[in-house]
């Protein structure tokens, strides 16, 4: 009978030495890169904002229209357009009245993309309303929808209203995304989000 070789420990052999390298270069590299751009942050002058904590203070946007935009890049769905209407139909001279377009979300489920629309629209009301001079906010999301010919084109899927008495009452650090369709001004929504 052959008797069978001893084998090599598992720490002696060349895998499991090469994996600890690779595991070691890459710890070393997230901690040493965390400390790098740490030491950047404090150290260039050129940023304009001061850190506390090592969190930066972002100045407040100057106009409604950079705070539409901040607002819009921070979101999942894609800009198309953002038209600021000055005393669209309304009595007062100062009133704005905000049209939004945006192209949905992509995502791996209708529920989830519908989701992130919802998400969406809480977070460009609740910076709209912060500014006085919007007398509404209207906000559509449009997705590519195919017709029974096979024809694709892009179509409203979402659109929601708030006239600016209806974003006075509303708290958005407590307010349920669900709720759109209860107490929005205006809403619509189309089959394809929820079938």
């Known amino acids: 009978m052959q008797e069978k070789p001893n084998k090599k420990p598992i720490y002696k052999r060349w895998w ?15 901690l040493l890169g965390e400390d790098d751009t740490t030491s950047k942050n404090n150290s260039t002058g050129g940023n304009n904002s001061t850190s ?7 100045s407040p946007p100057n106009s409604l229209e950079e705070a539409i935009n901040k ?22 001279p100062d009133d704005k009245i905000v049209v939004i377009r945006l192209k949905g979300p992509d995502n791996f489920t ?5 989701t992130g ?26 997705l590519p929808l195919t017709d029974v010919y096979g024809n694709t ?4 899927v979402l659109k929601i209203t708030l006239e600016r008495e209806t974003m006075d009452k509303i708290n958005f650090d407590n307010f349920n995304y669900e709720n759109y369709a209860l107490l929005a001004d205006y809403y619509y929504e189309h089959p394809v989000l929820t079938n």
């Open 110 to 114: 209708k529920k989830m993309i519908r």
């Open 117 to 142: 629309m919802l998400l969406d629209a809480n977070r460009i009301f609740s910076e709209l309303k912060k500014w006085d001079e919007v007398s509404e906010v209207v906000i559509l999301w449009s």
């Open 153 to 156: 084109k892009d179509s409203t």
């Open 16 to 30: 499991f030495i090469l994996i600890c390298i690779f595991f070691l270069l890459t710890l070393m590299g997230m």
């Open 71 to 92: 607002t819009i890049s921070e979101c999942h769905s894609k800009k198309i357009s953002a038209v600021v209407n000055n005393n669209l139909e309304t009595s007062d």
């Open 52 to 58: 506390v904590n090592n969190s930066p203070v972002v």
